[in-house]
């Protein structure tokens, strides 16, 4: 299994640019997650999913659009790219173990707006 | 006040120590977890518990519900332990609430 697979690992966007980070996992995971990380700041939670169909905002939506089309892939979208999008950015999936959900991270994705 | 709190932020120690590091939190949870992160790396997932104690290796984490409160413990300490340990809150299926971290620096 490749586990959660995250593309691209850079990127540099010009302001007001849009672009759509990718994650795909393959562990057949009902649960997703995008988070942010800032130095700082700690992890924070932007939009995640409880299946294929289904999202909802987290803690800092502001800016992002996500989907989940199929379980295995989870895209986020940066409709209008600003400097403060700068930061490092995590996917994350996760399945139910008695009421448990064991996090698996992507490798991150940098992202720079200049 | 944050909802997750970690102590210290910062922590040096000789390799062979006995490392502790502090997790209080302040609201309800499903499950607490430890992540790991190297430098310039991706997170791995530690430990998750919901009550008691458990152990891998040289890593034993703890967790005292009444409390709100976590430890995280490194026996005989090495270099390659050096990365920056985060403790989160769960509060269900899958919203994660992060502490900023400790960063945790073993010289040889």
């Known amino acids: 299994n490749a586990g959660v697979t995250q593309t691209p690992k850079f990127q540099v966007l010009k302001t007001g640019q849009s672009m759509t980070l990718q994650c795909a996992q393959d562990?057949?995971?009902?649960?997703m997650s995008w988070y942010r990380q800032d130095p700082g700041m700690g992890l924070r939670l932007i939009h995640y999913?409880?299946?294929?169909?289904?999202?909802d905002q987290g803690e800092v939506p502001n800016g992002y659009n996500v989907s989940r089309s199929t379980t295995e892939d989870f895209p986020l979208r940066l409709l209008s790219a600003a400097p403060s999008q700068t930061s490092v950015y995590f996917c994350?999936?996760?399945?139910?173990?008695?009421?448990?959900?064991?996090?698996?991270f992507g490798p991150g994705t940098r992202l720079t707006v200049t | 006040k944050n909802e997750v709190e970690q102590s210290p932020q910062n922590l040096t120690a000789q390799e062979g120590e006995f490392i502790t590091i502090n997790c209080s939190y302040s609201v309800g949870i499903s499950a607490l977890h430890w992540l790991q992160q190297h430098p310039g790396g991706g997170i791995v997932s530690l430990f998750m518990l919901s009550s008691g104690k458990k152990k891998h290796g040289r890593l034993i984490a703890t967790i005292n519900i009444q409390e709100k409160h976590s430890s995280l413990h490194i026996t005989a300490s090495h270099p390659r332990d050096s990365a920056v340990y985060i403790c989160?809150?769960?509060?269900?299926?899958?919203?994660?609430?992060f502490g900023q971290g400790t960063r945790l620096t073993i010289n040889p």
């Open positions: 999913s409880v299946g294929a169909g289904i999202t």
């Open positions: 562990m057949n995971h009902e649960y």
């Open positions: 994350a999936s996760s399945y139910s173990d008695r009421g448990s959900y064991e996090q698996y």
């Open positions: 989160a809150v769960g509060q269900g299926a899958q919203k994660l609430v």
